[in-house]
């Protein structure tokens, strides 16, 4: 069942979408500041001058190589397996979906109270996943 990878291709989408605004929001930045770009040699040096906006778009540009780097894994994993079922597909979209609302959330308002339980709705949609695929080896 291909579909399994349609969601993977969704975070790609994602991560490209975000990549693309910091990329937008920083090009100026290094334009107007060429000849002097050393203040920018470490992130944790540089992440505190910048605009909430810009910072908010850098730290989701972040998150989005974390916790996904272990949704692509399981994405791959259970289509190799051939485990891909309706239940995979539909949990893979709702992390996707998550992820995008967590993102969007980051990027703009950044509301915790808000963000967080977005992450965890993400979360537990991967951990069933992962789950579901630990019932085939019981």
């Known amino acids: 069942m291909m579909e399994i990878l349609y969601p993977m291709l969704g ?48 730290d989701n540009y972040n998150h989005l190589f974390e916790q996904p780097t272990l949704f692509y894994a399981v994405i791959i994993y259970i289509y190799l397996m ?21 993102s969007l959330t980051q990027v703009t308002t950044n509301n915790v109270s808000l963000r967080a339980p977005i992450f965890v709705a993400a979360s537990f949609c991967l951990i069933v996943m992962v789950l579901r695929e630990l019932l085939f080896f019981l």
């Open 82 to 102: 051939g485990h891909a079922d309706t239940s995979h597909v539909q949990l893979a979209w709702g992390y996707v979906v998550l992820r995008g609302l967590h």
């Open 11 to 58: 975070m790609i989408l994602l991560s490209s979408s975000v990549l693309l605004a910091l990329a937008v929001t920083r090009i100026p930045l290094i334009i107007k500041h060429f000849g002097n770009l050393q203040g920018a040699r470490h992130s944790d040096e540089l992440r505190p001058r910048l605009s909430p906006r810009l910072r908010n778009i850098t």
